[in-house]
């Protein structure tokens, strides 16, 4: 065999091997996949999905042990794999929590665009600047929390009078109290967006009589009226189970004696605001970039729980 032959041979050998990805073909939904879970958004909403299954599979694991030691199938009672899941949901949740202190940024984002590109309705840009100023005292009470619960910081710090020098007064933080108030900070913000939500419906109301009143509805209306109706549906499944996860984690003794609600109505929070943000991410049509709706002029903030 020539020496040219050999290098074809490899040549090929290389393009059959380390090039077998040639005839992988190109996917959009994995570049959707790449674009949605490459923002702190994204990856967030993907990693709750995981943490509220894993915790609902957690529970039934366990059950299924207990049957099939009952059935004489099994030696203990309990499941080998629970534990570890346990282990790893925990280990999400305190990653959500620590990535979430980037939050403030958005929000004070949020803040400025608004007053330079307000609502279209005084009552919605009222509505969300109380949101914009719960979010306010939600993420430093939460950060303040994080950081105790981890002992990164000391039990008390010194006062704003200590630190000018007038006194020595120190503001003690209280791990359980900080969480408590970060949460009725949470949950003034989700009532708020049920308000946000009833005057949307009326500018959408108020947009689809006038476009009736006018030329008709023609498909590209009504395929934007139909995204525009499905997005404010899935807000508010999204906000009405963020709720009671507000209610609960607002009180000292909660409102659920059994943590399988917490689950329940983090997962349906979950698969909702996933896939408002799977839909928000997609690239828009060829004739959408054409023709921008120039209507839209003002964005609301993405959904920021837990």
């Not at 091997?17 to 992988?24: E, H, Q």
């Not at 400025?112 to 993420?139: A, D, F, K, V």
Request: net charge positive.
């Amino acid at each position: 065999m020539s020496r040219a032959s050999k290098l074809h041979t490899l040549a090929r050998l290389n393009d059959t091997t380390l090039g077998s990805f040639s005839n992988v073909p190109s996917s959009e939904t994995l570049n959707h996949l790449v674009r949605y879970l490459s923002t702190w958004s994204g990856s967030d909403k993907f990693f709750t999905l995981i943490q509220y299954t894993l915790k609902l599979i957690v529970p039934f694991l366990h059950w299924r042990a207990r049957l099939q030691h009952r059935a004489g199938i099994r030696k203990d009672a309990t499941s080998n794999a629970a534990p570890s899941l346990a282990s790893f949901t925990s280990i999400i949740g305190d990653a959500r929590m620590l990535g979430r202190f980037w939050g403030l940024l958005p929000i004070f984002q949020w803040m400025i665009s608004m007053e330079r590109n307000p609502p279209p309705t005084r009552t919605l840009h009222t509505i969300e600047r109380l949101q914009g100023w719960s979010m306010l005292g939600y993420y430093p009470l939460e950060h303040l929390y994080y950081l105790r619960a981890h002992n990164l910081i000391p039990t008390s710090i010194p006062a704003l009078s200590a630190i000018l020098g007038r006194s020595s007064k120190r503001i003690s933080l209280n791990g359980n109290k900080l969480i408590l108030w970060s949460s009725r900070f949470w949950l003034l913000y989700v009532v708020l967006q049920f308000a946000h939500l009833r005057e949307d419906r009326k500018l959408l109301l108020t947009r689809q009589r006038n476009l009736r009143k006018g030329k008709g509805l023609s498909a590209e209306d009504k395929e934007d009226l139909r995204k525009r109706w499905d997005s404010l549906g899935n807000e508010l499944v999204a906000n009405a189970a963020n709720l009671p996860l507000a209610l609960h984690w607002s009180l000292e003794s909660g409102i659920f004696a059994n943590d399988i609600w917490v689950t329940i109505f983090s997962l349906i929070n979950g698969i909702a605001t996933f896939r408002g943000g799977w839909k928000a991410t997609a690239l828009p049509s060829v004739k959408a970039v054409a023709s921008p709706d120039p209507s839209n002029t003002t964005d609301t903030v993405e959904e920021i729980k837990y």
